[in-house]
């Protein structure tokens, strides 16, 4: 009876330093937070749900359990190639660049902490001589993600439209020979005060639609898991998190209340990673599994992936 609840209760879910000090490594070039120097991107024109909501009977979220689905194209690397992005929309600096098929860091500045005295700022550059590669991990879950291998502070970037969902295996990391603590964790985009009057209508009308398109896609997926009791209560638990963990994330994001692009680039991922499940949930039952994965065992895996 309380997992049922809990299903109807998801079904209806919306969301709506004082100092600073410069440390460099060994071989790394210290190099100042740029203030405003990124532009807000044009909104996507290409929503999230677009080609993924198929039609039953003239209503979507309401599938028969043989129909094939097909996942709507991740965003494509293009949207933040030669972009300056910060975490928050305020800290640091992360540059893409292409090198023939490959992606690499052209830039990464990290801001942080002196580990001897919390309460000073301090900044790492990571960008030296050689450019840093970023090894593809694949769109298993909806969305194109690299790493950067890194023993100091090993990265991993989901690529979203016009901004990068960045997270640490490893948590905050530790530059002990240049006094500094920096956590890295979150999404890294343009800067919040760079959102025009349109960019930001724009936003909320994009955000409207993904919204109905995630729950519309929440729907399917739990119909998708209707024999799979474990895979169902996990995909509503993992939902009924979603909000609260995508409040925590954009709540450092600068101006978020202004302009949300924040919650509309974390809400666009959550989209297309349910579109990714029902797709796997489909060559399931059709007797085709890519991942050689059950509906369970993918929806476990999901908790071990970054807060959205």
């Known amino acids: 009876m309380r997992f049922i609840v809990l299903t109807a209760a998801i079904l209806a879910f919306s969301a709506p330093r004082i100092c600073s000090a410069q440390m460099v490594l060994p071989g790394a070039i210290s190099a100042p937070t740029p203030a405003g120097q990124a532009g807000a991107p044009p909104m996507s024109s290409s929503p999230a749900h677009r080609g993924g909501r198929p039609t039953v009977n003239g209503s979507s979220g309401d599938l028969d359990s043989k129909a094939q689905f097909t996942a709507a194209k991740p965003p494509s690397v293009e949207t933040v190639l030669g972009k300056t992005f910060s975490l928050h929309g305020s800290h640091g600096a992360l540059e893409i660049e292409k090198s023939g098929a490959n992606l690499r860091v052209a830039r990464l500045v990290l801001t942080g902490d002196k580990i001897s005295h919390p309460n000073l700022a301090c900044e790492i550059s990571m960008s030296g001589a050689e450019p840093l590669e970023l090894r593809p991990l694949g769109a298993s879950d909806g969305v194109e993600r690299f790493e950067l291998q890194s023993s100091a502070c090993p990265l991993t970037m989901d690529v979203l439209s016009g901004a990068l969902r960045v997270s640490s295996p490893k948590g905050a990391c530790l530059f002990e020979q240049a006094d500094c603590r920096v956590d890295p964790t979150g999404l890294w985009g343009p800067a919040g005060d760079g959102f025009s009057e349109i960019q930001v209508k724009s936003i909320e009308r994009e955000r409207s639609s993904l919204e109905k398109s995630t729950r519309a896609h929440f729907r399917i997926l739990l119909n998708k898991y209707k024999k799979d009791k474990a895979a169902a209560q996990a995909a509503v638990i993992e939902q009924a998190a979603f909000s609260a963990n995508r409040a925590q994330t954009c709540r450092d994001y600068d101006r978020e209340e202004t302009h949300g692009f924040c919650a509309l680039r974390l809400t666009e991922a959550r989209d297309y990673l349910l579109q990714s499940r029902i797709s796997q949930a489909s060559l399931a039952k059709s007797g085709d ?19 959205q």
């Open 289 to 307: 599994k890519p991942n050689h994965e059950s509906p369970s065992a993918a929806a476990k895996r999901a908790h071990s992936l970054p807060k």
